[in-house]
């Protein structure tokens, strides 16, 4: 028996992660994916994206002013990637990345580079859920899913006796890459067998339902999205 018994808090706090619109934000589906597909349970504030508002609402729980973001008490977590590190950090049990160092090696390379990269794929392809049609590829993002699509092949071949997934089970890694999972639906995008049948395990998850069918629902729209396949009067827009 302690002489100073240590106060349980009867309120702990929870993780509270704050998001854009499901049917756009490519980056907020990442660690909402990452934790909803591994039953850690958290709370979803939605802030909605193209608003004059936007950037001052996301600045309370990001020094970016973007979103995703994940407030734990009074800790504030930005960055997608980042994100997904910490709750992998605080819920072990997880196993949000592969147990085995070099395979976790590889995993968190796959995931950098999505996190940094395939830009000309993202801004010619901006996650939109509700879209369902063709759009002709630029050259760079050509190259781009000949990439991705080459890594989905290798690592589904070597995990393939593991589950459906980069590494076997759902992890971190495919939930970083589902976003770009969806853009090649949304823009008929024509790939490999393999990297269809990640495609379709990444849509048969529960979790990826939910968010979906939410995303879809919402009737919020952002034109400049919704209008990619007309010439653009100003710019592009931002990368999702
Ligand atoms: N590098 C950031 C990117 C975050 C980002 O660009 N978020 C977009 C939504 S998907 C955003 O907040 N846009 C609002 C704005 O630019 O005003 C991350 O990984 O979290």
């Given at each position: 028996?302690?002489?100073?018994?240590?106060?349980?808090?009867?309120?702990?706090?929870?993780?509270?992660?704050?998001?854009?619109?499901?049917?756009?934000?490519?980056?907020?589906?990442?660690?909402?994916?990452?934790?909803?597909?591994?039953?850690?349970?958290?709370?979803?504030?939605?802030?909605?994206?193209?608003?004059?508002?936007?950037?001052?609402?996301?600045?309370?729980?990001?020094?970016?002013?973007?979103?995703?973001?994940?407030?734990?008490?009074?800790?504030?977590?930005?960055?997608?990637?980042?994100?997904?590190?910490?709750?992998?950090?605080?819920?072990?049990?997880?196993?949000?990345?592969?147990?085995?160092?070099?395979?976790?090696?590889?995993?968190r390379?796959l995931a950098s580079?999505m996190?940094?990269?395939?830009?000309?794929?993202?801004?010619?392809?901006?996650?939109?859920?509700?879209?369902?049609?063709?759009?002709?590829?630029?050259?760079?993002?050509?190259?781009?899913?000949?990439?991705?699509?080459?890594?989905?092949?290798?690592?589904?071949?070597?995990?393939?006796?593991?589950?459906?997934?980069?590494?076997?089970?759902?992890?971190a890694v495919?939930?970083m890459?589902?976003?770009?999972?969806?853009?090649?639906?949304?823009?008929?995008?024509?790939?490999?067998?393999?990297?269809?049948?990640?495609?379709?395990?990444?849509?048969?998850?529960?979790?990826?339902?939910?968010?979906?069918?939410?995303?879809?629902?919402?009737?919020?729209?952002?034109?400049?999205?919704?209008?990619?396949?007309?010439?653009?009067?100003?710019?592009?827009?931002?990368?999702?």
């Amino acid at each position: 028996m302690t002489a100073f018994p240590v106060k349980q808090n009867r309120y702990p706090p929870k993780l509270t992660l704050v998001i854009g619109n499901k049917n756009y934000s490519s980056w907020s589906l990442r660690p909402w994916l990452a934790m909803a597909a591994n039953n850690i349970p958290f709370a979803e504030v939605l802030i909605q994206l193209d608003q004059s508002n936007t950037r001052q609402l996301a600045l309370q729980y990001s020094p970016t002013g973007k979103v995703p973001a994940l407030k734990f008490g009074t800790l504030m977590i930005w960055e997608s990637l980042a994100i997904i590190e910490y709750v992998a950090d605080r819920h072990p049990e997880a196993g949000l990345w592969p147990a085995d160092p070099d395979r976790r090696g590889l995993a968190r390379a796959l995931a950098s580079e999505m996190h940094c990269g395939f830009q000309a794929l993202r801004s010619h392809c901006p996650m939109n859920l509700r879209r369902k049609a063709t759009r002709r590829l630029s050259p760079e993002a050509e190259q781009d899913v000949m990439r991705l699509t080459n890594y989905w092949r290798r690592f589904r071949a070597e995990a393939a006796s593991e589950g459906d997934f980069l590494f076997g089970k759902f992890g971190a890694v495919d939930a970083m890459f589902a976003p770009v999972a969806t853009r090649i639906r949304s823009y008929e995008i024509p790939v490999d067998q393999a990297s269809n049948d990640y495609i379709d395990a990444i849509y048969a998850l529960p979790a990826f339902k939910k968010w979906f069918d939410a995303g879809t629902a919402e009737p919020w729209r952002i034109p400049a999205v919704d209008n990619i396949d007309k010439p653009q009067a100003t710019g592009t827009p931002a990368r999702r």
